[in-house]
């Protein structure tokens, strides 16, 4: 494990967590995701997205999330459904690099 003076995760990708098929099944519902967002919110430590609230979505979220938490084990996720089906949010976060790190894989421009 790669680990900063301070013992918190560095962020470091670990390419091998997950199999040929769970990679090319993480990369679908990545797509997807980034596709189905309605919205976007910059936060102080990482980004959070906004989804139509559907049991689909939430599903799809839930998957990828079980998957990158295996080769992103840096990041921290929050999924909050909202009341009266409104919205589901997802939020990405972490330790010091986490948010430059997320707006370079994502392409968002700060």
Known sequence: MITTSDDRKAVACNLNALNR???ARRSVLARELSS????M????DGYGF???ADSSTLMKI???VSMERLCCPFLS???EVEPANAS??????GGD???QFIADELGIKS
């Open 21 to 23: 098929g769970e990679q």
């Open 36 to 39: 189905m967002s309605v919205g």
């Open 41 to 44: 919110e910059a936060l102080p």
């Open 50 to 52: 906004r989804y139509a």
């Open 62 to 64: 839930a998957e990828f």
């Open 77 to 79: 996720f929050t999924i």
């Open 88 to 93: 589901i949010h997802l939020r990405l976060s």
């Open 97 to 99: 690099g986490v948010k």
